[in-house]
């Protein structure tokens, strides 16, 4: 890990560049910031000409790869960087100038160690889209197969571990200032972070998300995930089947080429439905640049680097809590957060039930063009405080993509109503997972593990074994020597060295006056 001078030098610099767009306002206004937090801020953007609105999307983009992906990870807090930031962080493209085609191929050679016409009859050198972290080109295979083909950009995995080191020292010393900041937990949402980033620099790992993705859709109807060609992927070379079609966010030509724009919207509402319910895994990146249109109205998904998942009680309290927003059920609404511990058990369910009340009923029968999922959202991060509940990292992932997918739906159907399309899913799956058949079928299987874990059970202690409740257990996470404990510690060594020298020096004068006298 750098030193702390080189944290605070990245820090300052990255600052800079966020008082350059304005991003700075909102830190130094907010009653919550710590104040250490604060004069860091002001001293980043002392001297600077600033905006009168504030671009955070821009500042993120001119700071570099690491902090274009979590400014994306950010506009899923609105509760940590308000709605205004979220809100304009949701439009931070994903977009950076390409690499070199030269830099391309020598990277796709020395991962496979033979030269690309080996591998690929046809590569285009230009690429069709270039990201922070890879670039994508159109290729056909020695076999005739038409793909593409993601590279990741050199010196990305360094350039990456670098500036996540800092993110890691400085939530580290935000959350340790106590208060909102340690509600907040932003040593957690940067492990998170930090777990999903890795995961989209291996691009063996996409492959596998993809596949698996597949394997999870099967049976579901026009929509389409693309084939792996693994003899041509490794950690730095992802190859797929090439997809022709329309992009999602091009809705004059999807209306030209005759298809049905409603039934388009709630397709892709339902599909992301089975993901994050039924199958627990997602495709977590579903921005308008991953989306596309076949001709016979297939929606096909690209770029699988973020994804989510979610276990199974997990889920069976999400399905719970979206019906119950769905028909007003707010009282179980509440029981359920307060089963998940997701909410303090000091708190009283009857009051967090009206809360959600609040939230919840403005939104009932009104399409999205009124109010949305993602105002819902924003209500329920504004009660959260109000009653203790701490950020929960296994669902960021989910609100970032139910906001994203319901953006895109209402670009296609500007009139969809999110509750109508998602309640009889939703009320299926939970009369499936949570009805007597299911309930019968759960206590038979639970009563046999049981059965089978007896001898072992006999020899543990269950106070050993606590409930869980809803979050997953939090990864561990890395060791920072926080500055004021370096401090300490350096004023305790100079100590240590005033007494030692203090002690050796009255030994040996100790010493020499024995030696006169004698």
């Known amino acids: 890990m750098a030193r702390p001078a080189r944290h605070i ?28 937090v604060k004069r860091l801020a002001r001293i980043a953007r002392f001297g600077t000409v600033q905006p009168k609105e504030p671009d955070y999307a821009g500042a993120f983009r001119d700071i570099g790869p690491a902090a274009i992906k979590l400014g994306q990870t950010l506009a899923t807090r609105p509760d940590l960087v308000g709605e205004d930031a979220a809100r304009n962080l949701l439009k931070l493209q994903d977009d950076l100038p390409p690499v070199s085609f030269d830099k391309i191929k020598q990277s796709i050679e020395a991962s496979f ?27 056909v295979t020695t076999d005739g197969r038409k793909v593409a083909v993601k590279v990741l950009r050199p010196g990305v995995r360094e350039q990456f571990a670098r500036d996540i080191d800092t993110y890691e020292w400085a939530a580290a010393h935000v959350e340790a200032m106590g208060g909102e900041a340690s509600r907040l937990r932003p040593r957690l949402v940067i492990a998170n972070f930090k777990r999903w980033t890795n995961r989209e620099l291996d691009l063996r790992r996409e492959a596998a998300s993809a596949s698996e993705l597949a394997d999870h859709m099967v049976g579901t109807e026009k ?16 190859t797929v089947d090439w997809i022709d079609g329309i992009k999602i966010s091009n809705t004059e030509a999807i209306r030209a080429a005759g298809h ?13 439905l089975k993901q994050a319910i039924a ?51 707010y009282k179980r609404v509440a029981e359920i957060h307060f089963e998940a511990q997701y909410v303090p058990s000091y708190h009283n369910v009857d009051e967090f039930a009206t809360a959600l009340r609040a939230v919840g009923e ?47 739906a209402t670009q296609l159907n500007p009139a969809i109503n999110m509750w109508d399309v998602s309640a009889p899913y939703v009320r299926s799956w ?25 001898p072992d059970l006999v020899r543990r ?35 240590r060295y005033l007494v030692t020298f203090a002690a050796g020096g009255g030994a040996a004068w100790l010493a020499l006056t024995q030696g006169l006298l004698g």
């Not at 300052?12 to 560049?17: A, I, S, V």
């Not at 049905?260 to 992301?272: G, I, K, N, T």
């Not at 403005?362 to 109000?386: N, W, Y």
């Open 223 to 238: 929509y389409e995930i693309p084939g792996i060609d693994w003899d041509r992927t490794n950690g730095r070379v992802l």
């Open 461 to 495: 202690i269950e106070d050993r074994f606590p409930p869980k409740g809803g979050a997953p257990e939090p990864p561990p996470l890395p060791e920072v020597e926080l500055m004021w404990e370096r401090r300490v510690k350096k004023e305790r060594s100079w100590l």
């Open 279 to 329: 199958a627990g895994f997602f495709h977590a990146d579903m921005h308008q640049g991953n989306l596309f249109v076949k001709a016979d109205g297939t929606i096909a998904a690209i770029d699988f680097g973020i994804m989510g998942r979610i276990d199974r009680r997990a889920r069976m309290w999400l399905a719970e809590i979206l019906y119950g927003l769905t028909t007003g059920n």
């Open 362 to 408: 403005p939104m009932r029968g009104k399409p999205v063009s009124e109010l949305s999922v993602g105002q819902m959202l924003d209500g329920l991060f504004a009660i959260t405080r109000d009653f203790d509940m701490q950020t929960q990292p296994h669902l960021l992932l989910l609100q970032k993509t139910m906001v994203m997918v319901e953006g895109i």
């Open 113 to 139: 160690e033979q030269p690309l016409e080996n591998l690929y009859s046809e590569f285009d050198p230009v690429p069709v889209g270039a990201a922070s972290i890879a670039q994508v080109h159109r290729a």
């Open 430 to 454: 939970i009369r499936d997972e949570l009805g007597p058949e299911a309930a019968i079928a759960d206590r038979i299987r639970e009563d046999t593990e049981t059965l089978l874990r007896i």
């Open 260 to 272: 049905d724009m409603d039934e388009l919207a709630s397709r892709l509402v339902l599909a992301f």
């Open 9 to 36: 030098w990245r820090l300052l610099k990255w600052g800079r560049t966020l008082a350059k767009h304005g991003a700075l306002r909102g830190i130094e206004r907010d009653p919550n910031t710590p104040p250490p």
